[in-house]
């Protein structure tokens, strides 16, 4: 059985980076894409990009691709998205899931993220 | 970038009627690469219907997912209390991934 774990809750001030990790139990982690997917307090859910371990190059969403990182760590079976000069609009849940096909069939429990002074 | 309206934004049922709930694409999506996920309050989203028609994983019969050219339908035949939730339509036709803004199934 698959099993998405993420790391816990963060608080971070506007300007700063936070970086959140996703370690997955149970599959095969290489063989599948690992997305990243926020959402927002009372919002609906935004793809942020993902990467395919076996390969290692990620895909971003046009409106990320250049504060957001996604990486992985074949020998730790984990997934990291890293996001860069936050902002207030960027406190959010942020998941992780496996992607089958282009669906979303295992996700992680949600990190959530604040940004505030 | 495929653009996704799901409709209604509320629906408002009893339990024992029927849901119809739908997605329309702001053009073709390739292979009708659909899924549908269903959202409860605190909890991550879970995939109902994957491929625009196909069951994920221990999914009850009563959910079901059909398609017309660029609109998109959920269909939940006779609702469960435990349906009312939010539910997101998401295309996977390209390299990016889209979703709908959602809707809602409350109680009436």
């Known amino acids: 059985q698959v099993q998405l774990v993420q790391s816990g809750a963060e608080v971070k001030t506007p300007g700063s980076s936070v970086k959140v990790s996703c370690t997955s139990y149970?599959?095969?982690?290489?063989?599948?894409?690992v997305s990243w997917v926020r959402q927002a307090p009372g919002q609906g859910l935004e793809w942020m990009g993902g990467i395919k371990p076996l390969y290692g190059t990620p895909t971003y969403a046009h409106k990320f691709q250049d504060r957001v990182t996604i990486t992985a760590d074949e020998s730790s079976d984990t997934a990291y998205m890293e996001l860069s000069r936050l902002t207030s609009e960027d406190t959010a849940v942020y998941y992780c899931a496996r992607e089958w096909a282009g669906d979303f069939d295992h996700w992680g429990q949600g990190t959530l993220v604040t940004v505030s002074s | 970038e495929v653009v996704l309206t799901q409709s209604p934004g509320t629906l408002s049922l009893s339990p024992g009627e029927r849901a119809t709930l739908s997605c329309r694409a702001s053009?073709?999506?390739?292979?009708?690469?659909v899924a549908w996920y269903q959202q409860k309050p605190g909890q991550a989203p879970r995939l109902l219907i994957f491929g625009g028609s196909n069951r994920a994983t221990g999914i009850p019969e009563r959910f079901s997912g059909s398609w017309s050219g660029t609109d998109f339908t959920l269909t939940i035949s006779s609702l469960e209390p435990e349906d009312f939730a939010v539910y997101y339509c998401?295309?996977?036709?390209?390299?990016?991934?889209?979703f709908g803004q959602g809707t809602k199934v409350d109680i009436k």
């Open positions: 149970g599959g095969t982690f290489v063989a599948y894409t």
């Open positions: 053009e073709r999506i390739k292979n009708n690469y």
């Open positions: 998401q295309e996977y036709g390209a390299s990016s991934r889209t």
